[in-house]
Nanobody
C-alpha cells in the first residue's frame, strides 16, 4: 500500500501561482511513477502531469504545458506541482496518484490521495 496526502491548494487570483505537494508513505517511493490529475464539477477526472521513477521523464497535458511543472524528491518521498499563470479553468480538485508504469490514464493508477481544492478567481 502507498498512502498519499496532498497539500497546498487554495484560492488564488487569475495569473497567480500555487504549489501543490504530495507526501507519500508506505512502499518504496522511487518504485512508482507519480501523476497529478484534476476533476472539475461535472467533468471527468483528467491527467495534468506525470513524472517517471527517477524524474528523468515528465509529461503534461496540453492545457498546462509551459505553466505547470512537476518534480519529485525521492529522498523526501514527495512530488510537487508548481502551477504558474493560473486561469479560472484550472479550478478543480487536484489529486496525486501513484502507479508502477508510465501512463496518462487515470484508471491505471493504483493509489490516490484525497485531493486538494484549487480555485482560481477571475
Amino acid at each position: 500500500q502507498v498512502q498519499l496526502v496532498e497539500s497546498g491548494g487554495g484560492l488564488v487570483q487569475a495569473g497567480g501561482s500555487l504549489r501543490l505537494s504530495c507526501a507519500a508513505s508506505g512502499r518504496t517511493f522511487s518504485n512508482y511513477v507519480m501523476g497529478w490529475f484534476r476533476q472539475a464539477p461535472g467533468k471527468e477526472r483528467e491527467f495534468v502531469a506525470g513524472i517517471s521513477w527517477s524524474g528523468s521523464r515528465t509529461d503534461y497535458a496540453d492545457a498546462v504545458k509551459g505553466r505547470f511543472t512537476i518534480s519529485r524528491d525521492n529522498a523526501k518521498n514527495t512530488v510537487t506541482l508548481q502551477m504558474n499563470r493560473l486561469k479560472p479553468e484550472d479550478t478543480a480538485v487536484y489529486y496525486c496518484a501513484a502507479n508502477t508504469a508510465v501512463t496518462t490514464r487515470a484508471y491505471l493508477y493504483d493509489y490516490w490521495g484525497q485531493g486538494t481544492q484549487v480555485t482560481v478567481s477571475s
